[in-house]
């Protein structure tokens, strides 16, 4: 799948998850993804977003067989927080261990990832940007979209990017940084140019109209948004043996139709047809 869809034009694969440092010869796996060309002949830019909890052993296995850079899920930066949110005694520690060995092996930027959920972890918005500036790492802020299976989601959870932006300025202001088209992030670094805070807001501040992304789910379907209500079973076609032509002509035709937005909030909305614990965080 990979290689097709590379000769198709993609330059960008993510592995995520679940928790994809899990599984058996994920080393081998970067390795064999860092041998693809994207149509122009250069090398793929692969990316991992995981919790971490594995990283500080895996950072450089990973450099070495090709992986480019690093995203960590976290949602507090608190170490007694971050043990009652993940259940794990001295979790934060393994992960921060992790972070720290992937910027020594050079997987640049290693991103930190952070949900925000009203009543929850808002709190964590100036001890993160602190984080980002300590670490040299770049904080991305997540808007909480309805995604999971207990759908506790209501508008009244979101924490919004103008209130992210509003409640850093407590600490420091954020300049906004120029970013690309296709970036689901808008970018800001601190008045005074150090560190870097990324906001994601899908819910305040969709970006549906410039997303060029697609997921590829671990049941080999594509899903061209999370919130898709609907699969497309690329591997399907595989198991049937149909020819690299027949798989690129479905893959187009997919893309082709990609919804022209979400619906989050409206009247219409409906949730996803899977949670993103099986399309992939």
Same mark, same amino acid.
């Given at each position: 799948?990979?290689?097709?869809?590379?000769? /198709?034009?993609?330059?960008?694969?993510?592995?995520?998850?679940?928790?994809?440092?899990?599984?058996? #010869?994920?080393? *081998?796996?970067?390795?064999?993804?860092?041998?693809?060309?994207?149509?122009?002949?250069?090398?793929?830019?692969?990316?991992?977003?995981?919790?971490? &909890? /594995?990283?500080?052993?895996?950072?450089?296995?990973?450099?070495?067989?090709?992986?480019?850079?690093?995203? +960590?899920?976290?949602?507090?930066?608190?170490? *007694?927080?971050?043990?009652?949110?993940?259940?794990?005694?001295?979790?934060?520690?393994?992960?921060?261990?992790?972070?720290?060995?992937?910027? %020594?092996?050079?997987?640049?930027?290693?991103?930190?990832?952070?949900? /925000?959920?009203?009543?929850?972890?808002?709190?964590? !918005?100036?001890?993160?940007?602190?984080?980002?500036?300590?670490? #040299?790492? !770049? +904080?991305?802020?997540?808007?909480?979209? $309805?995604?999971?299976?207990?759908?506790?989601?209501?508008?009244?959870? +979101?924490?919004?990017?103008?209130?992210?932006?509003?409640?850093?300025?407590?600490? %420091?202001?954020?300049?906004?940084? $120029?970013?690309?088209?296709?970036?689901?992030?808008?970018?800001?670094?601190?008045?005074?140019?150090?560190?870097?805070?990324?906001?994601?807001?899908?819910?305040?501040?969709?970006?549906?109209?410039?997303?060029?992304?697609?997921? !590829?789910?671990?049941?080999?379907? !594509?899903?061209?948004?999370?919130?898709?209500?609907?699969? &497309?079973?690329?591997?399907? /076609?595989?198991? %049937?043996?149909?020819?690299?032509?027949?798989?690129?002509?479905?893959?187009?035709?997919?893309?082709?139709?990609?919804?022209?937005?979400?619906?989050? #909030?409206?009247? *219409?909305?409906?949730?996803?047809?899977?949670?993103? +614990?099986?399309?992939?965080?």
């Amino acid at each position: 799948m990979a290689r097709i869809l590379a000769a /198709l034009g993609i330059k960008k694969i993510r592995l995520t998850g679940g928790e994809p440092l899990l599984r058996g #010869g994920v080393i *081998d796996f970067v390795r064999e993804l860092a041998k693809l060309r994207s149509i122009d002949g250069e090398e793929l830019d692969l990316a991992m977003t995981t919790n971490g &909890h /594995l990283l500080a052993e895996m950072a450089q296995p990973l450099k070495d067989a090709g992986l480019n850079r690093i995203t +960590v899920s976290m949602d507090a930066v608190d170490p *007694d927080r971050f043990a009652r949110i993940t259940r794990v005694p001295n979790g934060y520690d393994h992960v921060l261990a992790g972070i720290r060995a992937s910027r %020594r092996a050079g997987l640049w930027p290693v991103k930190v990832n952070c949900v /925000l959920m009203r009543g929850f972890n808002e709190d964590q !918005i100036i001890p993160f940007g602190m984080f980002a500036r300590e670490e #040299g790492v !770049i +904080v991305r802020f997540i808007e909480f979209m $309805p995604l999971e299976e207990d759908r506790t989601w209501s508008p009244a959870t +979101v924490v919004t990017l103008d209130e992210i932006i509003e409640r850093m300025a407590e600490y %420091r202001p954020l300049v906004e940084i $120029p970013h690309a088209r296709s970036e689901t992030a808008r970018r800001y670094h601190f008045d005074d140019g150090v560190g870097e805070i990324g906001i994601i807001a899908p819910v305040s501040h969709p970006f549906c109209g410039h997303c060029s992304r697609i997921r !590829i789910t671990s049941d080999g379907k !594509i899903r061209t948004c999370l919130f898709s209500v609907w699969d &497309h079973d690329l591997h399907e /076609l595989m198991r %049937r043996s149909a020819s690299d032509e027949e798989l690129v002509e479905f893959i187009r035709g997919v893309v082709q139709r990609k919804e022209e937005r979400h619906h989050i #909030g409206e009247a *219409d909305f409906v949730p996803a047809s899977r949670t993103m +614990v099986h399309i992939g965080g």
